[in-house]
């Protein structure tokens, strides 16, 4: 009898594997989330640039500020769902594989594809509306002359 312990660190040691692996899926997730920000944002202020005399020519015609920011989310948030669609599909293919590293809850849980989806929908909109803003203060005449 030379390896005894008390049943805490049995406990302890066989749920330390499953604790790393799930801290790791942790810090991949939020690393991911960073990176799909910093990827929309970098997509939407290219995409404002390359459209900076059309929205000009509306700002000239008389677009509001309110319009300008619209249009840019509109259009930054459509391929944002669109790309959410194809992630919440995929995820359910994923899921099955995943389906040993859950615990008290199924891989297709409504409520925690919701709340990604909202997480993911939200940062994309954060995301867009910097360079949105951008745009809605653009200068007609320095855009039009190409000043």
Known sequence: MRDIRTMEDV???SMEMTRVTLWLLGTFAVSALALAAIGIYGVMAYAVRQRTREIGTRIALGATPGGIVRLVLTGGL???TTGTLVG???SFIAGRALRSFLF???SADPWVLAG???VLLVTAALACYIPARRASRLDPA???TGW
Do not use: I, P
Request: proline share 0%; hydrophobic share 55%.
């Open 78 to 80: 459509r391929v944002a």
């Open 88 to 90: 919440l599909a995929a």
């Open 104 to 106: 008290g809850t199924s």
């Open 11 to 13: 406990a302890a040691e």
């Open 116 to 118: 990604a989806t909202v």
């Open 142 to 144: 320095r855009t039009l």
